[in-house]
T-cell receptor, first 117, second 115 residues
């Protein structure tokens, strides 16, 4: 079945550092790829998404590019802030056009990011 | 517009009891899916409902069930609660489902503690 692999951390960085969180996936065809963020005590918020190869999703200074050749969707941000401290989840939905749900969203284990002032 | 709303936010139940959680999707969204989040297992898909029909189900025992009403609101039920059912239960909605291209929006979750 489909799977998502990401570094679990915790990842600790200083404010204004460059961030990369790696995410690779296993799936047939061309799944849609997502990054979600979860702040303490809250649900998941969609951060960005990409639905086809070479698409770049971006939001709030975060970016990720859908790389079919390396089956990756790494999250990057040029200068992190303390407020970016959270858990980040990489996820996918399966390819398919019928509208029928397959296996739901498949999530990675989550990466706990800690930004120190 | 209003987001995905889940109630209750927090609840404590005793082993052997049953619990019902409620979810109101974003207006116009017809697909509702449920996920369980625990520290050990991470986020796991429970089931998806679309137009009042269960369209897909994850690998959970029959104690976990759900339904969807004509207004797209959904409930999930867990019977004969076990300690291991303690988790954050997340509801998500999307326009037409979990297939490629759709964006899935999550609620803030219901924290269930089983004692």
């Amino acid at each position: 079945g489909d799977s998502v692999t990401q570094m679990e951390g915790p990842v600790t960085l200083s404010e204004e550092a460059f961030l990369t969180i790696n995410c690779t996936y296993t799936a047939t065809g061309y799944p849609s790829l997502f990054w979600y963020v979860q702040y303490p005590g809250e649900g998941l918020q969609l951060l960005l998404k990409a639905t086809k190869a070479d698409d770049k999703g971006s939001n709030k200074g975060f970016e990720a590019t859908y790389r079919k050749e390396t089956t990756s969707f790494h999250l990057e941000k040029g200068s992190v802030q303390v407020s970016d401290s959270a858990v980040y989840f990489c996820a996918l939905t399966p390819a398919g056009g019928s509208g029928g749900g397959a296996d739901g969203l498949t999530f990675g284990k989550g990466t706990h990011l800690i930004i120190q002032p | 517009k209003a987001g995905v709303t889940q109630t209750p936010r927090y609840l404590i139940k005793t082993r052997g009891q049953q619990v019902t959680l409620s979810c109101s999707p974003i207006s116009g969204h017809r697909s509702v899916s449920w996920y369980q989040q625990t520290p050990g297992q991470g986020l796991q898909f429970l089931f998806e409902y679309f137009s009042e029909t269960q369209r897909n189900k994850g690998n959970f025992p029959g104690r976990f069930s759900g339904r969807q009403f004509s207004n797209s609101r959904s409930e999930m039920n867990v019977s004969t609660l076990e300690l291991g059912d303690s988790a954050l239960y997340l509801c998500a909605s999307s326009l037409t489902g979990l297939h490629s291209g759709n964006t899935i929006y999550f609620g803030e979750g219901s924290w269930l503690t089983v004692v």
